[in-house]
C-alpha cells in the first residue's frame, strides 16, 4: 500500500536518545541501540516528534534548559523533534515502579505467587493517580506537537507504560489516527481479574481509544480480545480479530517485530568484540559453550535455567569439565523487592552447583552481572547451545541476535511460551520453560545434535530474522493505519 | 424433556459412602454429606453404579471383603451398586496428590509462585503414568459394570482427577453417553501452557472424550473452549459453545450446581446445633461477628481475609472491641508442603494482629482449624457479615450454606473470582479478593448497611439459593444427554 507518507508522533518511556551533563557543564546525548529505535525513527522520514519522559539526571537537564524541553535529532537522513517529560520524583515512581513495572508487568508474565501477592493497599490508589498524571501528560504533549505540524500525523503509542494514552488522545482529538503496540505478553482474562477492577477496565479502555492495537504473537492478541470482552459496551469479534466500542471499530494486528542485523553484525566485526572473543575463547578452552543472555528479569527464567543445566550433567556425568555455562546479565529493576531477592537466588544456586559439581580446574556455570552489550555480541559468535528459556515473554530478540551472530551454528533452546517461539519454533528446540527434565533434554540434545542438522537449523534462523527487518515491522503497522485512514474517508464521503 | 429414564453410572475420586471397621470387626458405613451427593443417587433411580477410588483403611477393607469391591447401597427410595477400586499407595499418591491436587489443582486456581515453581522433574513424569493408569482403571470399571446392565447407561464422570476417564470409556464404547462435569474453576489457555505440553495435551483430549462438558460458571467454559482450540484436529466454536474432533461434537455448558437446603436446615434445627449456637452467642458477646468457613486451602485467601480485618481495624479504631473475626476451618492436604507452610503463615499472621491490636478482654481473631461440620452450621445462624473470598474458585457453597442458614440478615461478602458470584453477586459486596484496601472497605460498609439493606439482600440470596435445587442440577446434566441421545438416534436413521 503505497501512499504519501506522513508526519509520525512517537511516544514510548524510553526516549531514542540518552543525555549527560559533562565535565565542561555541556549537554552530551548518546542514541539507543536496537531495532526498535531504528523502525520508529525511520517512520518519521515526513517530520514528526518522538515523546518520552526524562529518565536520568542527563534527560532532566535537558528539559530544564530547552523551551518545552523539545529538541531537534537529526539521525541518520532524518530529522525529527524530540521532546522529553520531567515528573516529580514521587509521581515517576507511581507511575514506573509500582504500576507499570510492578503491577501491569507482573500482570502479563504472569509473575506474582498469587497464594501471597499481591496486595493491593492505599499506596496502588495512589500510584495508579501517578499513572493517570504522566498517561494524561504524554497524551497533553503529543496534542500540543501535532498541532505545530503542517498535517494530522499518526501517533505511534508504545508499550504498557503508555496503555492510557491513546484514550487520553482521543478525547482531546477525537479525529486521530492512533497506533498503539504491546511489546510484552498479555495475560487472558482470567489472571487479568487479579488487577483492582477498576485499573483492568482503564487499561482496557485506554488501549481501546486507538484505531489499531498491535501485539507480538497471536496469543497475546488472543488473549487482548477476550479481556475485551468483559469491558461494559465493547463487542469483540474474536474470527475477525476486532472491537466496536462506542461506535468505532479498533483492529487487533499481529506484527511480530524482528531485529536490525547490519549494524550489530558490523558491532561484531569490530576489533574490540574481536578481542572479548579471543578472551572468552581462551576462558572456554576446550569446552563446549552454553550461553545466555538477559536481563536480571523475573519472566527469564535465569534459576530454572541453572538447575535444568545440573539436571543435565548428574544424568550425563560424561559432559562434567566438557561444558560450560556462561550467563551475561544485565541488572534490572533493583530497586523492586522481588527482583533483588531474585538476583540473589540465581547467585546462591549458581554457587551450589559450582561446589557440588565443578572441581579444580573445572566450573560449570559462570555468571556475570554487568551492562555488557558488547561483550554479549562477543558471546553471540561462540555459543554451542543458546538458551532463551523465558516463563513467559513478549517476543524475546536475544533468540534472534544469537543466530545471526553466531559462527558454530549452535543450537537455539527456545521456551515455547516466548513470542519468538511462533516465528522460530520450527528451527528451534522448543522447551517448556517449567519441565526441568525437558529442558535438560534439550541440551543434551543440542550437544549430540549432528552438524548437518545444526547447520540446517543455524541458516533456517538466520533467514527467519533477515526475512522480517525492522523496517517491514513499522511499515505493516503504517499500513495499517493507512486503511483506517481511507475507510474513514470513504465513509464520509 | 421428559423421557424414560435411563440407568446411570457415576465415577468420581470420593464416593458417597465411607466404610470403617468397627471394634467387633464389622463394616460400617456412613453416608457423604452435601447437595451433589443427593443430587447423583437421586440420578440413579433407575439403577447403576457408583464407581469411586477407596480412600480409607475401611474402604480397602470393603474392597478386599467383596467380589470385585461391589456392593449394593439403598438410599432414600433409591438402590444402586456401588464399587470401589483399591489402589496400591504410590500408584494412589502419584494420581492424587502429585497430579490431581498438585498440578491441575494448582493449575486451575492459579496458585504457583511462576517465578519460583513448579518444577516438573522424574517424579512428575512417574505420578503422570500413575495417573493414567488410575484414570484407565476407572474406565474399565465402569465398561464392565455397564455390561451388567439391561440397556446402555448415562455415564457421569465427575471432576479434574477422572480427566482422562471419557477418552478411555469411548475407546472402549464408542457409542456410550458420556457427561463430564468440572467443579473446580479453569485455567485460561496461556495459563495453561506452565504444564507439561503432554499432560495438557492428554487432559484436554481426555475431557473431549464425552459428549457434553459441564462447567459451573461461563468464565470456566470459555477458558476450556479457548485452551481446546490449541488441541490439534479440535474445531472451536465459541459462540455456539462446541467442539468438533474427530467428526465427533462436543457440548459445552454451564450448569452452576447449588445446594440442598433441607437437610442442612434440619441439622441446624437440631438440640446439638443449637447447643454450639448458644455457646458461640456468649462467646461472641455484644461483638458483631464476621465468618469464615473453609477448608485450608491455598486458594480460600485466609491469609489476606485476615490482612483485610486488620486494615479495616487500623483504619476504623472505633470497632476495636465491637467485633469478632471467627475463622472455622477444616485441615486439608497437609502432605502437600505448600499446604502445611499456608496453615503456618495464616496462624502466625493471625496471632500477629491479636497481639498487636488486642487487649485483655477482646481477641480480634479466633482461628479454629478441625473438622467440624455441625459447628459450622451453627455459626451460620449467627454472622453479620460471612467472608467469601477466594482467589480463584469453581463455585464456592459456602456463599449459598451461610444465606440459607443465617438468622440475623447477615452480609455476604463475595469474591469476584467464585463461580458463585456470577450467581449471587447482585445480592452479595462483591470484593478483588486481592485488593487489601478494598475488603476493608467492604467489612465497614457491610457493618455500617442499613437493616433494610440487609433484609433486602438476605432474601434475595436465600432466594437464588432455593430456586436452584441440585435435583435441577443433574436434571438439566440428562437434558443435554437426551438431546445428545435424540440426535445420535436421529442421525442414525
Redesign the interface.
Known sequence: MSSHPRPVMVASNRGPVTFRVDDAGQLQSSRGQGGLVTALTGAMQSGGTWVAAALTDGDREMVARHPEGRIQVKADDTSYDLRYLAFPQAVFDGYYNNISNGLLWFAHH???????S?????D??QAWEDYISVNRAFATALAEEASRLPEPPTYLIQDYHLSLVPHFLRELQPDALIAHFSHT?I?????L?????RIRDAVLRGLLGADVLGFHSE?WA??FL?SCRYVSGARVD?GRSRVVLEGREILVRVHPISIDVAPMRELASSLQARRLRQQLNRWRGNARLILRVDRME??KNI??GF?AYE?FLRRHPSWKGRVKFLALLSPSRQEIP?YAA?TE?CIREAERINTELGGEDWTPIEVRIREDYLGAIAAYGLYDVLMVNP??DGMNLVAMEGPVLNRRHGVLLLS??AGAYFRLGRYAIGV?P?????QADAISEALEMSEDERTRRSRGLSRLVLANPPARWIRLQLDDIERVRRRRGFSAA
Chains 1, 2 share one sequence.
Open positions: 504472569y509473575l506474582w505467587d498469587t497464594v501471597h499481591p496486595l493491593f493497599k492505599e496502588t490508589v505478553a495475560a487472558g482474562p482470567t489472571y481479574r487479579i488487577i483492582p477492577d496469543a488472543e488473549n477476550m474474536l523475573l519472566s534459576l530454572r538447575l539436571n522481588e531474585y537466588d516463563v513467559f515455547r511460551n517448556n517449567f519441565d526441568i527434565e525437558g
